[in-house]
């Protein structure tokens, strides 16, 4: 038993050395295993203990040491995807907005027009609940006349049932999606196109 103890304080000071390391040991039993099975226990004792699994442990090695560095983050971050420029709407239903790669291109009669790139994927993202959306018209709002931002986008606030109508029904509004932090589309801005 005193074999086994010494293992223990021995592993328990070596998953602390580990974690301020960033290894991936978390607890005492993680070095232990280790130890046991690279052969650097560390004394000549700990190699004569059982390496059994059966063998019941003392009742302080049974709790899961602290290993983690303080300020060490649990999960990795998210990764705020990029905002999409141009967005050839396919659906706005559900919480869900679903587009495909698009792009402007000149044309001889309106100047400029959204199309869906050749070949382009299709996306989908879920809405976050405090969305905002714009529109260059009307959208069933209190606002009227046409209205466009420094960026040329849609400047006039519309409900989310309202923009949803707007896109869907003029495709080559395009809008411009943006994200938020956690992936979440957090507001849409529409194009104008007579």
Known sequence: MRAIGRILLVAAGAAAVLASAGCGARNTADVAIAANASGSSGSA????????????????????????????PTKPPAVRPADVP?????????????????????????????????GGQQHSARLAPDAT?????????????????????????????????????????????????DGTIVKMAARYHP
């Open 45 to 72: 004792s700990a190699s004569s203990a059982p390496s059994s699994s059966s063998q019941a442990a003392p009742s302080a090695a049974a709790a899961p040491a602290t290993v983690a560095p303080v300020g060490t």
């Open 133 to 181: 959306f714009f529109a260059p018209l009307s959208c069933g709002g209190q606002e009227n006349g046409l209205k466009l931002g420094p960026d040329g986008l849609g400047a006039i606030p519309c409900s989310r049932e309202g923009f949803a109508a707007y896109v869907m029904r003029n495709a080559l509004s395009a809008p411009k999606i943006f994200f938020g932090p």
């Open 86 to 118: 141009v967005a050839w709407m396919i659906s706005m239903n559900s919480g869900v907005v679903q587009w495909r790669d698009a792009r402007m291109v000149h044309t001889p009669t309106d100047d400029s027009a959204a199309e869906p790139v050749p």
